[in-house]
């Protein structure tokens, strides 16, 4: 791997622990620009721009759990490191109904000088390795 990929992935892994202890701070320490920062999640039919219009659609979503983590399983680069596909494992369980649910998704981010700038999410595996710009 090269020191570049090495790079991303640790930054991947540090957005991703920050996103876990919902340390906002050190969650945009590792992006491209807080205020061209966009957000698209598998839920919602909308991208959010900005650190104050991605905090306001994360808090919101932390609502409607009491415990909510993601975990790594895979991450790969593309070849011009200007992607990056990875797999993501949930749990959690829902505000007041304690019943656990766990689940796969996808995120694919666009990066710009070795951060990201812009990230969506998927449900299906390889609609989001070919917007990577990857193949299985």
Same mark, same amino acid.
């Given at each position: 791997? $090269?020191? !570049?990929?090495?790079e991303?992935?640790?930054r991947?892994?540090r957005?991703?622990?920050?996103?876990?202890?919902?340390d906002?701070? &050190?969650?945009f #320490?590792?992006?491209? $620009? *807080?205020?061209d920062? !966009?957000?698209?999640p598998?839920?919602e039919?909308?991208?959010?721009r &900005?650190r !104050?219009?991605? @905090?306001r659609? %994360?808090? $919101?979503?932390? *609502?409607?759990?009491?415990e909510?983590?993601?975990?790594i *399983?895979?991450? !790969?680069i593309?070849? #011009?490191?200007?992607r990056?596909w %990875?797999? @993501?494992r949930y749990? &959690?369980?829902?505000?007041?109904?304690?019943?656990?649910?766990? &689940? @796969?998704?996808f995120?694919v $981010?666009?990066?710009?000088d070795?951060k990201p @700038?812009r990230?969506k999410e998927?449900?299906?595996?390889a609609?989001?390795?070919?917007? #990577?710009?990857l193949?299985e």
């Amino acid at each position: 791997m $090269s020191q !570049e990929n090495a790079e991303i992935v640790k930054r991947v892994e540090r957005l991703f622990a920050a996103y876990n202890r919902r340390d906002w701070d &050190g969650f945009f #320490a590792d992006i491209y $620009s *807080e205020s061209d920062f !966009e957000w698209a999640p598998i839920e919602e039919n909308v991208s959010y721009r &900005g650190r !104050e219009a991605v @905090l306001r659609y %994360v808090e $919101s979503w932390f *609502e409607a759990w009491d415990e909510f983590q993601v975990e790594i *399983e895979d991450i !790969e680069i593309a070849p #011009a490191a200007d992607r990056v596909w %990875v797999a @993501l494992r949930y749990r &959690g369980k829902g505000t007041g109904s304690e019943v656990p649910v766990e &689940g @796969l998704f996808f995120q694919v $981010s666009e990066w710009r000088d070795g951060k990201p @700038l812009r990230a969506k999410e998927y449900t299906d595996r390889a609609e989001a390795l070919e917007a #990577a710009g990857l193949s299985e």
